[in-house]
């Protein structure tokens, strides 16, 4: 197992979850969301072939509404 930090929250993980899988797991089935990993912004389209890393520190960021 590898530790992550989602959100502030360390998750013990499986050292070969993809994102994707791993946004799942966690109930991110939604699109209206972005992620960061390590302060840096992961495209949608990497998603699914970025393996996370030991230590990675994951970021939701969650669209606002307002005016």
């Known amino acids: 197992m590898i530790t992550i930090c989602l959100q502030g929250n360390l998750i013990s993980v499986e050292p070969t979850l993809l994102l994707n899988q791993f946004l799942i797991k966690q109930g991110y089935v939604e699109n209206n969301f972005a992620v960061a990993i390590n302060q840096k912004f992961i495209p949608r389209t990497r998603y699914a072939g970025l393996t ?11 669209p606002m509404q307002g005016g």
Request: charged share 25%.
């Open 52 to 62: 996370l890393q030991e230590g990675d520190v994951i970021d939701i960021i969650m």
